[in-house]
């Protein structure tokens, strides 16, 4: 049975958690920098991409709520010419904010035996008693060097007209937790979040494509690596596919 000492509780949902304070940071610097009068005259761009995520061969029990399973991205951009046919060479930095949540009241959980971590997917009510859960949620923070090969018909000013761009990126897992919402026995509001290693693997990479017209495209990313390094059951050829929206901010 689960022991709640072990693990931090929230009460009524006030404690932020570090993705929420970063998504607000890079809202604001969004905001601030849509305006056109005070844009800097920066030689790249900022963009902030919002999408849906889901998962290919998902394992066993981790059906997702594909609405409620999101990616915030923010990458800093800087295009290379080559040649003068509209073609650039586009190398970025950015974070990745990647959530999903579980469709059926089941969580990730990891343990160590005999000097291998395990990953496994169970239901709440075997983790945590019989509760009534809320939310089941995972997870994960990368930091991401993106790489793309980018068209756009207007040669002369790249932040309006039609853009095509197609390449890939590649990726660090920085952190990975579970967060569980639930009503205690006396009907109170709780959350549960434990941050922890959970079998991941650390390193990914994928092929994204974007299309659009001046600050506004469509983008999407697909992992040709694997999700899990120690996947639990049915997970071994998990990945992720994202498809949303890029915002531009200068």
Sequence with gaps: MYTFKK????????????????LLIFALIF???????????????LVFDFGFNSWSDKPTGADLNWFQSK??????????????????????LGMSWEKY????????????????????VVDLEDQFGSLSFD????GLFYVDMPLEIRWYANRDKYSRGFRVAAGGKVGVLYSSFTKVKFQDALG?????????????????YGLQA????????IFSFYELSDKFDNPPAGGADTRTLTIGISLTGF
């Excluded at 939310?135 to 995972?138: F, H, N, P």
Aim: with cysteine.
């Design 101 to 120: 949540t579980f469709d059926n009241n089941t969580t990730l959980v990891s343990s160590i035996s005999n000097g291998q971590r395990t990953t496994e």
């Design 210 to 217: 974007r299309v659009g017209w001046g600050g506004f495209a």
């Design 7 to 22: 693990y931090y509780l929230c009460h009524r949902f006030k404690q932020r958690n570090y993705m929420k304070k970063s």
């Design 31 to 45: 905001v601030a920098f849509s305006a056109k009068a005070q844009r800097p005259d920066l030689p790249g761009a």
């Design 135 to 138: 939310k089941s949620k995972l």
């Design 71 to 92: 990616t915030v991205n923010a990458t800093y951009f800087y295009d290379l010419p080559i040649g003068k046919g509209g073609f650039t060479l586009t190398p970025g």
């Design 188 to 204: 109170d509001n709780r959350m549960l979040k434990d941050r922890k290693e959970l079998g991941f693997n650390r390193f990914r």
